[in-house]
């Protein structure tokens, strides 16, 4: 088992990926990757 550096769960070794020099597990990776929010959708408001 290994441990993600960003949120500290114990996941298997294979299942971590490295994001700027960090390993983590895939939640962060998904959190890391994805923005918040998607600004483009704002110019339709205007
Ligand atoms: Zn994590």
Same mark, same amino acid.
């Given at each position: 088992?290994?441990? $993600?550096?960003?949120?500290? %769960?114990? %996941? ?11 390993? %983590?597990?895939?939640? $962060?990776?998904?959190?890391? %990757? ?13």
């Amino acid at each position: 088992m290994a441990k $993600c550096e960003k949120c500290g %769960v114990e %996941v298997p070794e294979e299942e971590l990926t490295e994001i700027e020099g960090l390993k %983590v597990c895939e939640d $962060c990776e998904i959190k890391g %990757v994805k923005p918040p929010e998607r600004k483009t959708d704002l110019s339709k408001w205007n």
